[in-house]
């Protein structure tokens, strides 16, 4: 992106068009913005409950550090999870998009199963909020993984593009095309045919007046040599003609 000065002075970027295509998912956007919103205020509630929880149920002292430590492995993970989700799709990087992926299978899915079924002392209102989190997170997972997919495929075929445009250009090696069966066509053993360019068919017509020149050139200069080397009609009959001393008698 270039600036460009424009009459008043200020310099403002300029946009360059490219025929790139966009593989960015909108719905997978969609998907993080909300989810993160809901992750905000299910993580603020849920703390709060457990908080309440610690102080007022007398539930096993090993379900408590276990559903404490499981919180705390969420909470750390989920900003991660939204943060390679926003740039992954956005910058259309893959291997931000992958570990999108990663974190929502591993631990957000089983983090989130055990505090939607198997916690102790388990409220209406937590079962269904965490639910609800698990739906989502479920849904950003499959929905990533179709994005990651076609990115991939996005920046494979614009790679092979690439390759194509810069056939014979700087040494680049032209492409070979393969048949069905992934190997290289046979060779043929007849030269393939050119077609006449125009600067050919400009060279071919020099030559041929220049030919034509140095014909004509050699004709008038045969002639002349004739010409030339012709002996006069007197001189032949002077030799011709026998001196009178030596007539016969």
């Not at 050139?217 to 032949?236: E, F, G, Q």
Request: aromatic residues 8%; contains cysteine.
């Amino acid at each position: 992106m270039e600036p460009a000065t424009h009459p008043g002075g200020s310099r403002q970027p300029k946009l360059i068009m490219t025929h790139t295509q966009m593989a960015a998912s909108l719905l997978l956007q969609m998907l993080l913005y909300y989810s993160g919103l809901f992750s905000l205020m299910w993580g603020i509630i849920t703390a709060c409950i457990m908080a309440w929880k610690w102080d007022n149920l007398d539930d096993a002292p090993v379900f408590q550090y276990i559903t404490m430590v499981v919180f705390v492995i969420w909470a750390v993970v989920e900003p991660l999870r939204i943060w390679f989700g926003f740039v992954g799709n956005l910058k259309e990087k893959v291997p931000q998009l992958a570990a999108h992926c990663l974190l929502n299978v591993f631990p957000q899915i089983p983090v989130l199963i055990y505090l939607a079924a198997f916690q102790p002392s388990l409220l209406p209102f937590e079962r269904v909020a965490n639910v609800i989190q698990l739906l989502l997170v479920i849904v950003s997972a499959g929905v990533g993984f179709a994005t990651t997919r076609s990115l991939v495929r996005n920046q494979t075929s614009q790679f092979y593009l690439n390759q194509f445009e810069a056939d014979g250009v700087d040494g680049a090696e032209p492409m070979i095309p393969l048949t069905a069966f992934g190997t290289p066509p046979p060779a043929s053993s007849e030269p393939p045919a050119r077609s006449a360019s125009g600067a050919d068919l400009v060279h071919s017509t020099s030559a041929a007046s220049v030919t034509s020149a140095d014909t004509a050139a050699a004709r008038a200069a045969a002639r002349s040599s004739a010409r030339s080397s012709a002996v006069p009609l007197d001189t032949l009959n002077a030799l011709n003609t026998t001196p009178p001393g030596l007539r016969r008698r």
